[in-house]
């Protein structure tokens, strides 16, 4: 069987769809996918073995240059290249007008969410077939049970996988414990204060941890360099694609995130990761996986869902070893560094724990 799957982005979401193709792989032999996605995100898919053709889309980028894009006949070579297969069976898992418009394109039965499932109604009428999932399920069950009732096989939701075991690295681990900060997100209100980043660095660094500090645009390599300054174990990494930057966060011990496309990475390959959440809620669409923490705000106006923190109320102060400041956004208050670096080495000490005991029984049935 050979299956196109449309999911363009997010970085999340794109990772969000891997267990659910691990599903299908196990419940259906010789499965194999094509997957559309945006050519910034194509690196990913490739890393799943039932993956046999990553299609880039740049409806992005073609956007903002509507008539090039058109002249230059690469969306005309974007829909030949889509149709030049026949497919068994063609799932939008985006669930939005455009990507229903890929799917519209392709060859093979179009399946997809209801009008009462889906995000944007009106793409449920692009499809052949159309499948009822509850709303209030984590992105990534949603995404399973689509897949399930497409191709009609059962699954354990229980178990999960993303099917990246043949992409994790088979060196050695590094003899210095690692762990990574993953400390870029977009929203101005999902930042996490820089003096908890930097006090944190400083614990995590006085307990003998290589910290390495991603940044993906150049306000995030000043943040990074602001953070590692001072700390003899960080290192700020230099520019990353994400298959080599998910090769860092392979080798790590640990990571802690903020709400940002990178920690559903960290999950992905199954590192134990705290994520902090203060502007956002992690409910339906938050890192998803073994050893996983979300840290949320106790504060009464959030999750406010906000790009920017609207909170007007008297002022979170605080005091580390930089001296006294306020906390902005205030939300952060009840996420201190002390608290994140305790319950990151809660995971990790569970995660080694699980691993020795998983190796151990595989060798006494050896």
């Known amino acids: 069987m050979r299956i196109l799957i ?104 179009r399946s997809g969410l209801d009008k009462n499932s889906i995000k944007e109604a009106v793409a449920s009428r692009f499809y052949h077939q159309r499948f009822a999932v509850p709303r209030a399920l984590h992105a990534v069950q949603r995404v399973r049970q689509l897949f399930a009732a497409v ?7 229980n178990q999960i996988d993303y099917g990246l075991s043949d ?14 900060f993953l400390h870029g997100t977009t929203w101005a209100s999902k930042h996490w204060p820089e003096v908890y980043w930097r006090e944190l660095a400083s614990l995590a660094d006085q307990q003998g941890f290589k910290i390495k500090l991603p940044w993906g645009n150049p306000d995030e390599q000043q943040r990074a360099g602001r953070i590692a300054e001072g700390i003899t174990g960080a290192l700020v990494l230099g520019r990353q694609s994400l298959t080599e930057l998910a090769r860092h966060l392979s080798h790590c011990s640990g990571v802690v995130a903020v709400d940002t496309g990178l920690g559903h990475l960290a999950a992905a390959l199954g590192r134990p990761t705290v994520s902090i959440y203060g502007a956002t809620n992690p409910g339906l669409s938050g890192s998803f996986g073994h050893f996983q923490h979300h840290l949320t705000s106790s504060l009464a106006c959030s999750p406010c869902m906000r790009r920017e923190c609207a909170y007007r109320g008297q002022a979170m102060m605080d005091n580390t070893a930089a001296g006294t400041f306020e906390i902005q956004p205030a939300c952060y208050r009840s996420m201190p560094p002390s608290l994140v670096f305790s319950q990151l080495q809660r995971l990790m000490l569970q995660s080694g724990t699980e691993q020795k005991s998983t190796i151990d029984s595989s060798r006494s049935q050896a």
């Open 6 to 109: 449309v999911k363009t982005s997010s970085l999340g979401d794109v990772l969000h769809t891997l267990p659910a193709l691990t599903d299908a792989m196990q419940a259906i032999p010789g499965l194999k996918a094509d997957w559309v996605v945006e050519e910034g995100f194509a690196e990913i898919p490739a890393w799943h073995p039932a993956v046999d053709k990553v299609i880039p889309v740049a409806i992005r980028r073609w956007r903002k240059q509507v008539w090039h894009s058109l002249r230059s006949g690469e969306f005309k070579h974007f829909a030949s290249t889509l149709r030049a297969q026949d497919y068994d069976h063609v799932i939008d898992a985006q669930g939005l007008l455009k990507s229903a418009v890929i799917t519209r394109l392709a060859r093979g039965v």
């Open 151 to 157: 191709l009609g096989y059962q699954y354990n939701s």
């Open 167 to 180: 992409f994790m690295p088979t060196d050695a681990p590094e003899q210095v414990p690692g762990l990574m």
